[in-house]
Structure formats: C-alpha cells, structure tokens
C-alpha cells in the first residue's frame, strides 16, 4: 500500500493544492499526517445523523451522497468528505456510500484541528466548501 499511498499522493496534489490554494511545501506538510484507507463497493463510509470523527480526500473511486435515502451527488478523486461535521461540530449530514472500491486519505480529527489551524486559508476554504455543501443539500 506504501507504493500506492505516493501514486494518489502524487495524482491529487496538483487538484488539492489548487483548489485550497496551498504551496507544495504546505501539501506534503499536510499529506504526510495522513494515513491511507481503503473501503470496498457498497460500504457507508457516514451514516446521516451519526457523528464523525474523521475528514477523508477520495484518491481513487466514486461515492455517493444520500440526504434522507435520496442521491444528492456524487464524489470523486480529489474531493473532501466529513468536513461539514468536523467544521460545525455536529452530526454527518449525508450518508456515503462508495459506488466503486475506494482509497481515502483520513485525516482524524485531532490532526485536521491542527492543521486547520496551521494553515488559516485551509481552515477559511474548507469552511467555505462546507457552506456551499450545505446551501446545495437545502436547495434539493
């Protein structure tokens, strides 16, 4: 798994250092406190309404998104799960279900903490996408 945990690695940085508008120095910093899981076809990675302890960035394979057993999107290589408990202290939104195999960068609580607050433009467009994730989830 180590080989694999460098080619995700090395296939999101561009994806996640734009998209958080973080340096390459800042990316390794961040990516090397994160450990890398793998969840089989049709296993729940959140259940609504349960508590999180843990943010994940998808490195390989689909998800989807269920609000009140209804599909209200999909999630791939690159994007951030879990972020709206850990950012409003509550309970998952959504429940996740992986549509494919999947592998995720996790990221515990206690770590993401850290490094939100490390890093302040993290912390501002994580918050920032937990927002939009929640105005999109009440539009639906």
Do not use: C, W
């Not at 999909?74 to 879990?82: A, F, P």
């Not at 609580?109 to 918050?127: A, E, G, T, Y």
């Amino acid at each position: 798994m180590a080989s694999k945990y460098f080619e995700y690695k090395d296939a999101l940085k561009g994806k996640i250092a734009s998209h958080f508008n973080l340096t390459d120095e800042e990316f390794e910093s961040i990516f090397e406190k994160a450990s890398l899981i793998s969840m089989p076809k049709g296993k729940t990675l959140f259940k609504e309404g349960k508590p999180s302890a843990s943010v994940y960035f998808v490195a390989n394979g689909n998800a989807r998104i269920l609000k009140q057993g209804e599909e209200i999107n999909r999630v791939s290589i690159g994007d951030v799960l879990g972020e709206m408990s850990l950012v409003g202290g509550g309970a998952s939104s959504a429940t996740v279900i992986a549509e494919t195999d999947m592998s995720l960068f996790r990221f515990s609580k206690d770590i993401f903490d850290v490094l939100l607050n490390r890093f302040p433009h993290l912390n501002n467009s994580i918050v920032l996408e937990a927002i939009g994730r929640k105005l999109q989830q009440n539009d639906l």
